[in-house]
């Protein structure tokens, strides 16, 4: 069984890749805006852990 949702990531830019651990509760995106967000993604709602990008 599969199952869809949407996730808002605020991204500023084209996503390029997007990534679930192993467990499915933690989902990396990684953006054309030059960040990566890690979001913990329990519960069906999305919750952002950290926010990665080069100064």
Known sequence: MS???TIDTNHEDMIHDAQLDY???T???ASSDESIKIFDV???KQ?????????
């Not at 919750?47 to 100064?55: G, S």
């Open 47 to 55: 919750t952002l852990i950290a926010h990665l990008r080069e100064l």
């Open 27 to 29: 989902l990396a995106t």
């Open 23 to 25: 467990y499915g509760t």
């Open 42 to 44: 329990r519960n069906k």
């Open 3 to 5: 199952t869809t949702h």
